[in-house]
Structures are given as C-alpha cells and as structure tokens.
C-alpha cells in the first residue's frame, strides 16, 4: 500500500461538499496497461479498453485506491491492486 505522506506529497487534494478528500489520479492508465490490456485480450467478457480508461482512480485519506465510473469489478480490482503495487515506488 502507499504511503498517505507520498499521496499527498504527489498528488492536489480535491474536497467533496462532505469534507472528503481524495487524490485523483490523472495518468493512471500507463501504470497498469499492461495487466488491463492482457485482460482485455484474454477473457471473453471484459469490457473495451475506452470504458476502461474512462474510470476515475483515487486514493483516498488513508492512502486505500478507488475507482468509480468501471462496472466490470475485476477490471477495477486490477486497477487497485496495481496501482497500490506500482504508484509510489
């Protein structure tokens, strides 16, 4: 998992009309396009590549990633596990 202080030391905080704080991350895709793009290939139902990129990834206080705007949840689990694996280094 990534460091909250790295999170934040790297990405601009956007707050929620609730108080929430996230830290989107724009240019996720190049981070895990190769594990996505290996799913896309190999299994029959995924979803396209453009429905892919169009989900929202963030950390959240914590440090935990999200991702919002993807139906397919093991498309978005992908996404959190190799995001948390590679993000911050």
Known sequence: MSSIDAVRRELRPWRSSYGDIRYYIDDWWPLVSDVLER???DE???PDEKKIKRARVWFDDSAHVHVDGLKDDMA?????????DRHFL
């Open 76 to 84: 978005a689990e992908i996404i959190i596990r190799n995001i948390e």
């Open 44 to 46: 029959w139902m995924s």
């Open 39 to 41: 799913y896309i290939r």
